[in-house]
């Protein structure tokens, strides 16, 4: 059963405190920032932190994600450095333009991999897209590696480079749906942007349910009171589970019975719809035994 | 120096001396002292410093942020860019 991947929650790399507890959250994913988050002057003791962290035993538990400085910074390397060595499952690439911007970041991960004696191929890589190229090219991004894990839309660079500004939405529309288009015709993940305004809950829960409908897997999120909110969005309801059980039950007696149609209540039952019924029960067992 | 003052974390700063020296004060020293001596002389160790004077002000960090911070304190010190990950 797959772990669901609904929530990855920002962490400063520079904040000690929140580094030494955030792991009592419990969101799917954690992710250490080394980039927007932390200042100029702190970049090379975040990268230890950071680093350090990665090897506490809490963390070894549970998923996690460090967001590299692009590599055409004096910080990116150094930080990739710290983050594979470190034991990161996942390095996440800020603003990628283009699929050679992750065929870059590979080609150093191997690099890296391969002079500390870790696995060659256990590093996964998430492309964050921040600009209008990122979002022409996510098929060529999702694509472009087998390494590739997932893609994230960022927003507020996005929609600068849009020359718009964040509001009820639309402004993501077409981003949304083409990174979410590229994810899954490559069979990898998708996360939607950060909500900002951490004190207002109804128009967070309003964009989590429209990006639950949409497709996304999860979303990143920059404050830990998002996680409970989120989760209980994306269980099921108990309604969906108990049909998506007589869905299943129907598809396997058809199975033992040798049937080729599935019908339930006299209905045939696409094999869609049993896939579908599947995802739902899986989300809810998997939901149930995560945190929340 | 490198670090900072607020809970969980640490204060460490480093200054010229001919021989090797560390002050620590901590908020937690009755309980974990002898634990925190022991983290900041294994890292200075394993970095090979053999002079300076390390005042660490510590507010309750663990070992792994004690580590970090001496060890960027020390690559700052040293005016050191490039960073042998074997030593830490």
Known sequence: MKKPRRSMLFIPGSNAAMLSTAFVYRPDSIMFDLEDAVSLRAKDSARMLVYHALQLPMYREMETVVRINPLDTPFGHKDLEAAVRGGAEIIRLPKTDCAEDVLRLEREVEGIEKECGRKAGSTRLMAAIESASGVVNALSIATSTPRMDSIALAGFDYVVDMQTQRGDGMELFYARCAVLHAARAAKIDAFDVVFSDVNDDEGFLKEVNLIKRLGFNGKSLINPRQIELLHQAYMPSEEEVAKAKRIVEAALEAERAGHGVVSLNGKMVDAPVVLSARRILDLARSSRASAY | ?88
Do not use: Y
Not at chain 2, 33 to 41: A, P, T
């Open chain 2, 1 to 88: 120096m490198c670090g900072t003052l607020e809970s969980n974390d640490l204060l460490v700063k480093v200054e010229p001396r001919n021989e090797l020296e560390v002050v620590i004060s901590s908020v937690v020293m009755r309980q974990f002292g002898v634990r925190i001596r022991q983290v900041v002389d294994e890292t200075l160790q394993r970095m090979e410093v053999t002079h300076g004077l390390f005042v660490i002000e510590d507010k309750g960090a663990l070992d792994c942020t004690i580590q970090a911070r001496v060890q960027t304190a020390v690559m700052r010190a040293s005016e050191c860019e490039e960073l042998d990950w074997s030593v830490l």
